[in-house]
């Protein structure tokens, strides 16, 4: 392998190790988790969505999602979008939240989330998480299957 090959190969590689560990500050779905709290997580991350990397928070929002909930948004990149356009931006760097729990059994929760945007406007959603079944790694993780489009309850001021 020539000098400049083998150098080139070296910096790539870097260059991943140091993306890859960049991305492994983010949390990923295990069992233990509970639904409240897989809500929280995604919720911290978006407030803080830029400050591990550009779009960490939309991307530990995107770990948290049930993979039926990612077949209709589409892959990450739409996710991406979607989060970004008028109905969701508000998530972005909200300045706090709450999580209240509005109704649960073993396979599903439902809760009702209120924000308060960077504009000191106060949203609510609808957030439901269920618990993924299926075999494979996120067997029995909650996940997110709904957000429903928010509803502006007004200002703080």
């Given at each position: 392998m020539s000098k400049k090959l083998h150098l080139t190969f070296s910096v790539v590689l870097i260059f991943l190790y140091f993306i890859s560990f960049a991305k492994a500050d983010l949390q990923i779905p295990n069992n233990s988790i509970i639904p409240s709290e897989v809500i929280k997580i995604q919720l911290v991350g978006l407030m803080n969505n830029d400050k591990k990397f550009k779009d960490s928070g939309i991307e530990q929002t995107w770990n948290?999602?049930?993979?039926?909930?990612?077949?209709?948004?589409?892959p990450l990149p739409n996710f991406k979008k979607m989060i970004k356009s008028k109905s969701y931006q508000m998530l972005l760097g909200h300045l706090s939240h709450t999580i209240?729990?509005?109704?649960?059994?073993?396979?599903?929760?439902?809760?009702?989330?209120i924000i308060l945007d960077k504009e000191k406007i106060y949203h609510k959603f609808n957030w439901q998480v269920e618990k993924y079944t299926e075999e494979g790694p996120l067997k029995d993780c909650w996940l997110t299957t709904m957000v429903s489009s928010p509803i502006p309850l007004g200002s703080s001021i």
């Open positions: 948290f999602a049930h993979p039926d909930n990612k077949k209709n948004t589409g209240t729990n509005v109704g649960s059994s073993d396979k599903w929760a439902q809760f009702e989330v």
